[in-house]
């Protein structure tokens, strides 16, 4: 990573190259398969839909494209590995730019304040300037803490197979590692006394779809990699990257079927031995790859009683499922003024702790919604200059048509009036939207479960609520032989770093590290 090791080496090249599946052609699944062709594997992607990228799509509506799943990069030199180590530059085959500032947020009482991009001390002079001396220095402590925190978590934890609990207390540095995570204090109990950076940090545990109110304190590392290796666009949108991992894929060999749902995992208890189709046709493979939600894999795909898979299936009915999201995609007109608005903003309304109640509790949409929005300025996202192509997220219960576990979305005449609702909280904020709307759709979290089989709609797998959620996701090696998980629903969790990690991870665990 940029100022950091990667987590390992080199994916080894194989003396017997097997024929591998891999179920799902997400980023996770198509980074994996890349690296295990490339090893010298046969490998074959079995894709649901008739497109690659999963949840990272660039979607085109008239003159306007949108960043319908992730809209910023972190970390980027998770990417810039892999194409290396696949055979191109990422610099040959997609364009980044930093974003700054890196967020802009603002918040219901009319204060703001912008973060800058790979700069703390330009970050703690913006902040000194709205809220005063003391305020910087308690988010200079935490961010100082975070650092820390992620140099302990990252090698063993972030960036290695994760195999058990045990694995961790062989550190001989457990104790004071220990000490460091604190995983008994959530983020609430980091001590920032400000109310307006608390709710900035809160929002790092959304990120992973979790409740701030519970996640662990180890979260706002996410805040500190944010602010070291930057936020990044990508140019065009983030659909490039999935075309280009999508290229590296085709370049090594890998073969795709879309429209070719898999409808089981065929084992004998012990081992797997290959997949079904829909369509009733039978792949034997003794090594599959399922970059799909790990309740489908593990709940649907696998069927009866497994014991080896016991602990596994009690593991992630424990687990809380991440929240999901409601979006709005607007194409919008010239405006005649300047909107201020930067790249990445964020509205936050007067109570947040509402807004979990809502959602986890309540499995109601959110009454005042924090708004997020993304408003790029990218001349290859629109067919016209001058026009803008914003994405707004709110966040959002579950989808459950029974409304038992989640809020029932199928209702599209409330949805409509939900997304009008969104636009009028951002109009009250003075940023105008009306006057200039050419092109408006949402998307649901019914919407998200349809496309790309996220169960409920949860954008990233299982949440980060509670000191034990990271033990609870599925892990990257199955109990089942010849089964490995990647994606945001297994270790070390959703967003694109992390998934990148992940498959970094498992076709290790499938091939084995050489050195440089």
Same mark, same amino acid.
């Given at each position: ?11 080894? @090249? ?33 894709? #649901?839909?008739?497109?690659?990228? !999963? ?5 085109? +509506? ?57 700069? %703390? ?56 590692? +220990? ?40 979260? *706002? ?26 290229? %590296? ?42 970059? #799909?939600? #790990? ?5 649907? &795909?696998? *069927? ?9 299936? @009690? ?16 194409? &919008? ?28 509790? %309540? ?19 629109? @067919? ?18 029974? !409304? ?63 000191? %034990? ?19 945001? *629903? ?5 967003? &694109?770093?992390?998934?990148?990690? *992940? ?14």
């Amino acid at each position: 990573m940029e100022g950091a090791n990667t987590m390992t080496g080199q994916v080894g @090249k194989v003396k017997e190259p097997k024929n591998i599946v891999v179920i799902g052609a997400g980023i996770g699944g198509m980074c994996t398969a890349a690296r295990l062709a490339r090893a010298g594997h046969q490998v074959s992607i079995y894709e #649901a839909s008739d497109q690659p990228g !999963g949840k990272c799509r660039t979607e085109w +509506i008239g003159r306007y494209a949108f960043d319908t799943g992730p809209s910023l990069l972190t970390i980027p030199a998770v990417y810039r590995d892999f194409f290396q180590r696949t055979g191109k530059h990422m610099g040959q085959v997609m364009e980044i730019e930093a974003v700054d500032p890196s967020f802009d947020y603002r918040f219901h009482d009319g204060k703001s304040v912008k973060f800058t991009n790979l700069s %703390r001390k330009k970050t703690l002079e913006s902040i000194t300037e709205t809220f005063g001396e003391a305020a910087a220095e308690q988010w200079d402590a935490v961010l100082n803490r975070a650092e820390r925190m992620w140099d302990v978590s990252r090698e063993p934890f972030i960036e290695s197979e994760l195999k058990s609990p045990v694995s961790l207390l062989k550190r001989p540095r457990l104790i004071r590692d +220990i000490k460091t995570i604190s995983p008994w204090k959530s983020l609430r109990g980091l001590g920032i006394k400000s109310p307006y950076l608390s709710k900035i940090m809160d929002r790092y545990a959304t990120y992973s779809g979790s409740d701030p109110r519970f996640a662990p304190a180890v979260l *706002s590392t996410i805040a500190f990699v944010e602010e070291a290796f930057g936020a990044w666009h990508i140019k065009g949108g983030v659909g490039k990257l999935a075309d280009a991992v999508y290229q %590296r894929c085709l370049d090594r060999g890998v073969k795709f079927e879309f429209n070719s749902p898999v409808s089981a995992i065929t084992n004998d208890g012990k081992k797997v031995s290959g997949v079904e189709l829909g369509d009733g046709t039978s792949i034997a493979s003794e090594i599959i790859v399922a970059n #799909a939600d #790990a309740s489908l894999v593990y709940n649907k &795909l696998i *069927s009866g009683k497994v014991s080896k898979l016991k602990r596994t299936r @009690k593991n992630l009915a424990k687990a809380d499922p991440s929240l999901a999201g409601f979006s709005l995609l607007l194409g &919008l007109r010239p405006a005649d003024q300047p909107t201020g608005l930067s790249h990445h903003n964020i509205l936050f309304p007067k109570d947040y702790d509402q807004e979990f109640e809502d959602i986890f509790k %309540r499995q109601v949409p959110v009454s005042d919604p924090t708004i997020y929005i993304c408003a790029p300025n990218d001349d290859a996202m629109v @067919k016209h200059p001058g026009h803008e192509a914003w994405f707004v997220l709110v966040n959002a219960p579950r989808h459950d048509e029974t !409304g038992v576990a989640g809020f029932n979305w199928s209702d599209e005449d409330a949805n409509h009036r939900y997304a009008m609702k969104i636009i009028d909280a951002i109009e009250a904020r003075g940023i105008s939207i009306r006057d200039r709307l050419e092109v408006i759709e949402f998307r649901t979290p019914a919407d998200l479960e349809r496309t790309v089989m996220a169960p409920g709609g949860s954008i990233y797998g299982t949440s980060s609520n509670g000191a %034990r959620s990271a033990f609870l996701r599925a892990k990257n090696r199955s109990p089942l032989k010849g089964l490995y998980c990647v994606g945001g *629903s297994a270790h070390p969790g959703g967003g &694109l770093p992390l998934v990148g990690l *992940s498959a970094e991870i498992v076709a290790q665990a499938v091939v084995g590290p050489t050195t440089h």
